[in-house]
């Protein structure tokens, strides 16, 4: 008999049910410690898995006491959530997924993993995978943004990176793809609310970033706190088990999220905890974190005949299967056995400086105020967000210690050894007071320029952290209007540094800047980074992962919209609009300036008839007229012009990215499989549908720009 097997025939029921169970070792990230001290438990074998601890020696101990004090000395299974970077931090992922490379997304995990396993960990709560088309919902920061082949080529990425090539070696962690499904579309952006969309919402966007993460072997999957139509998704067995392990053949672990499934009884679809952890089982959910429902509950259930031991030991298997997989019986000290050595630890910096400069984007630069002219003697660094390092993290930091963090004055100092730097906040980000200002304008009229700080603090994005209003917090415009209005009396230049997890409608600050850089959250190298792109050093080159909005009226705002039958017509009153503003958005998804300038020519597309077994070779010439050598970025779209359903305006079926210098040319190939043009029927299965198919190339989703060329699908 296998090793897992002779366990299982081992076990008591109270340790099998330990093996089930994830709880917060003591120290909590998101919520209060509510099973209590677990060391009593671990060697008793009635936990078996932990998550938010940090640090090699405290993981070290809660192992031993687990391989070295319990009865079967079953490892434990110690997760955090490591979602963009562990003791290093890189840009948060919504702004990394707007470098629109994959090469580096998967860098990102994989240093992350290795800084992660190093602490002795196993196991991240990531990649989420939240298709996310509401910035009032602060969780759109933790993932890829709004499009589903965007969000599904990340998933690939980020699950090879955190995985590695083999998930048992001693530098890889099990993945976890969260949050399935749809938590996205929560009603009215608001987090933890209802979701209710149509079935083909659901499989054409919000399921495809899952699909891909599971075919990429992805170990683990976590299901989203909300329900679907009514239905919990920790208790949806349509999607986890029929779904998720059936129809896409997922055979890893599935493991609850924190207390979601004693909530279930406050969805409303259980009456006590032993119905609900019934049902979360009966759905497929192995890992029950943090609600201690399988380990209080199911010994009552099994009693009422509501599950069955064979239930029990099937998600019993998949626990142990994984951590056979991860290696942990061979060595359950394997991770964190050796401390990191200084050049990993470098070399994991220049990574984060790197990667937080190309995921700048900059969104407007007039008069090419951008990059600042040297020689500069005399900057000044104002703005509520000029001084905390704290919020360079942006929300979810693991281990990213304050001390380590770069601030934007730091960074400066640092790119700017001779300039005198001055800084002030001149009001706080959040707060009515506005004594700082007077002297806030006061350095800035002693300086040969400015850098403005703007946005929200960290914590106003992410879990919990909606807003029904995404203006500029406290009185920041208030004090950007004086700063920018005394800059422009004294002829001085402004350098707008937005810091934000989510798109901020602040059109205001667009038509009075000259030049304003998308800032994120861009974790501990953020200073240093940005001073890059401000000085020139690195040409900036990111796209916003997100249609940005020009107000909270025009959310949801995506670019993959259907056209309707009564599209937008200026000169026609019954149409598809708005009275008071374009239906267009501030900035298209795929917006993002560079230092050159970029312009097409000569879509070629072959062949000009496609049958299924072929692929289509799409073809752009692309010349650099601008002043400097910069990087662009082409996207490519799809169009089904007539179909049985009518489809999106644009799908998004490629990015490439091309660096040139002023004045040279070059081209731009995509290679377009013929089942990407498949659209999923009326049953939701991929069909071709033969016909008219446009091939649109461009810097972005705004129609106008994209070259278009048509050619027919045959069946
Ligand atoms: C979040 C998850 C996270 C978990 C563990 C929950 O509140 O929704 O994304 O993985 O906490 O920290």
Known sequence: MSRIETLIGDMTLAEKLGQLTMTAAGHTVTGPVIAGDS??????????????????????????????????????????????????????????????????????ARAAAAAAAADGLAMTFAPMLDVARDPRWGRGVE???????????????????????????????AAVAKHYCAYGAVCAGRDYASVDISERTLHEVYLPPFAAAVAAGVAAVMPAFTDLAGMPMTAHAGLLRDCLRGRLGFDGVIVSDYNAIAELVRHGVAADLVEAASLALAAGVDIDMMSNAYRGALPAALGRGLVTMAQIDAAVRRVLDLK????????????????????ALAARRRLARAVGARAIVMLKNERATLPLAAPLRRLAIVGPLSSPEADMR?????????????????????????????????????????HGMAEALQLCGAADAIILCLGEAAAMSGEAACRAHLGLPGRQRQFAHAVLEQARARGKPVVVLLFSGRPLVVPWLFEQADAVLAVWFLGSEAGHAIAD?????????????????????????????????????????????????????????????????FTLSNLRVTPPLVTPGEALQIQVDVVNDGARAAQETLFLFVHDKVASLARPLLELRGFERIT??????????FLLPAPELRILGPDLTPVFEPGEIEILVGPCAERARLLVETIRLSA
């Open 39 to 108: 060391t009593e438990a671990i060697r008793a074998g009635t936990i078996g898995n932990l998550l938010n601890l940090v640090g090699a020696a405290p993981v070290r101990e809660m192992q031993r006491l687990a391989v070295e004090e319990s009865r079967l000395g079953i490892p434990l299974l110690i997760g955090l959530d490591v979602v963009h970077g562990h003791r290093t931090l890189f840009p948060v992922p919504l702004a990394e997924a707007g470098l629109f490379d994959p090469q580096i997304w998967e860098r990102t």
């Open 143 to 173: 993932g890829p943004g709004e499009d589903p082949w965007l969000g599904a080529r990340f998933a690939e990425a980020k699950v090879r990176g955190f995985q590695g090539a083999s998930l048992g070696a001693a530098d890889a962690l």
């Open 324 to 343: 056979q997989r991860l290696g942990l019986f061979d060595d359950p000290y394997r991770r964190g056995a050796t401390p990191e050595r200084a050049e």
């Open 394 to 434: 942006g929300p979810w930091w693991a281990a990213g210690e304050v001390q380590d963090q770069v601030g934007v004055v730091a960074g400066f100092r640092a790119a700017l050894p001779a300039a005198e730097i001055l800084q002030a906040a001149g009001v706080a980000i959040e707060s009515e007071d506005t």
């Open 533 to 597: 792109v401000v000085t020139g050093a690195v040409s900036p080159s990111a796209r916003t992962a997100i249609s940005w909005p020009r107000a909270v009226g025009q959310i949801p705002i995506f670019f993959g919209q259907r056209r309707g039958g009564r599209p937008a017509d200026p000169k026609d009153h019954y149409t598809s609009k708005y009275l008071d503003l374009p239906n267009e958005p501030q900035f298209a998804f795929g917006h993002g300036l560079t230092y050159g300038h």
């Open 660 to 669: 040139l210098a002023p004045g040279e040319r070059g081209s731009v190939r």
